[in-house]
């Protein structure tokens, strides 16, 4: 079933208008780390069928006048809510996720999953904190065959690889592979610092900065383990 979305994020004229299947485009979590630019804020805004809050980016978002769908976590980040802000953007599902095992990008992701969503970008979790930082790129690869995951920020796209990948780039693209753990049988095409039947180790051997030698698809091919992708911006 087809729908119209129209998606008014910020009490600024911003809207979207545009077709989608039910949960096929990603979603957007808004994490608790450092914020992004402005500009990929709002890009990123405009073009989610639904938006997640974790924990204390409620306030921060709130403080900002930007809507949001839903808002999970434990709640225990003493993040004060003005009620009156959060009443004021309409209908927001608050959703108590106090398991102290899980993250609340843990709650969040487990939370699309359950609504049927199959894909999310992820923005504000990296920086501030160097282990949320980890954690959150890390986790990615746990939940790589139920939802298709990206974290993206000003200067970085990081998600998982299937086991196999290919994706066009510019010449020059920088692009780095890090395992999580260990990853087995990785051959590129298309790189700089070419791999064959190789493998990678966190922390002993890595693929950083490696470079796109001309315009033209990349291709990974890897066995196993768990392998990320950076595409680097800056």
């Given amino acids: 079933m087809l729908f119209i979305v129209k998606v008014m994020r910020t009490l ?13 485009e990603p979603a957007l979590i808004i994490a608790n780390g450092a914020s992004c630019s402005s500009e990929l804020l709002q890009q990123l805004l405009e073009w989610s069928p639904f938006v997640l809050a974790l924990d204390g980016a409620a306030v921060r978002l709130l403080e900002q006048n930007i809507r949001f769908d839903a808002w999970i976590g434990d709640f225990d980040s003493g993040a004060v809510i003005d009620e009156s802000a959060f009443i004021k953007m309409g209908s927001i599902e608050r959703i108590l996720a106090p398991d102290q095992n899980k993250t609340d990008l843990h709650k969040g992701i487990e939370f699309l999953i359950s609504k049927g ?12 904190r160097a282990d949320h930082t980890f954690n959150n790129m890390a986790l990615l690869c746990h939940y790589h065959d139920q939802i298709t995951l990206r974290i993206i920020d000003d200067y970085s796209r990081v998600y998982p690889l299937p086991k196999s990948f290919q994706k066009w780039y510019p010449k020059g693209t920088q692009l780095s592979l890090i395992p999580i753990g260990k990853a087995n049988g990785i051959s590129t095409q298309n790189l700089r610092y070419p791999l064959t039947n190789d493998s990678l180790e966190l922390p002993h051997k890595l693929g950083i900065s490696n470079e796109v030698v001309h315009d033209g698809f990349v291709e990974i091919l890897y066995t196993d383990g768990d392998l990320l992708m950076l595409e680097c911006l800056d």
């Fill in 12 to 24: 600024q004229i911003m809207s979207s208008h545009h077709i989608v299947k039910d949960n096929q």
């Fill in 117 to 128: 969503h199959v894909a999310a970008n992820i923005i504000w979790a990296t920086g501030k």
